[in-house]
């Protein structure tokens, strides 16, 4: 089931965030979730009224940029993060959508482009690291 993250959810997003991005450089805080829930677009995906997975959008001026897509280890590949995306593009009403992802992360890549997102352009050292990134557009209407 996917609904809006509320506050009462702030500790569990951030304890699922933990576990997965535990090397992550951009890990998210307690207090960046309690501030994304009140001025973003935060959906949660559950099951069995356990946090499983969550989707965090920001609004741009012309678009939504993804900003983190977070799914539990031992619930990975089984379509979740799939449905948080299409949840997202027909809650949220705009022409395009945004997101940077590493190079490397091969998956993830993956996943964005069956869900029409198109790599726009290489970031170079756009990661700690000297990690490239890629910049990838999605527009409304799935081109």
């Keep these: 089931m996917i609904s809006v993250a509320t506050k009462e959810n702030t500790k569990e997003l951030f304890n699922l965030e933990s576990s997965v991005f535990s090397k992550d450089d951009f890990g998210l805080s307690v207090g960046s979730f309690y501030y994304h829930i009140k001025r973003n677009h935060l959906f949660v995906y559950k099951q069995d009224n356990k946090i499983v997975g969550y989707i965090l959008w920001l609004k741009r001026k012309n678009n ?73 557009y999605r527009s409304s209407n799935g081109i």
């Design 64 to 136: 939504y940029r993804l900003y983190s897509l977070c799914i539990k280890k031992e619930f990975q590949g089984q379509g979740i993060a799939t449905k948080l995306l299409e949840y997202s593009f027909k809650i949220l009403e705009t022409k395009s959508f945004t997101l940077e992802v590493k190079t490397i992360n091969k998956s993830a890549i993956k996943l964005y482009e069956k869900n029409n997102f198109k790599i726009k352009k290489v970031l170079k050292n756009y990661y700690p690291n000297n990690i490239d990134g890629y910049l990838m």
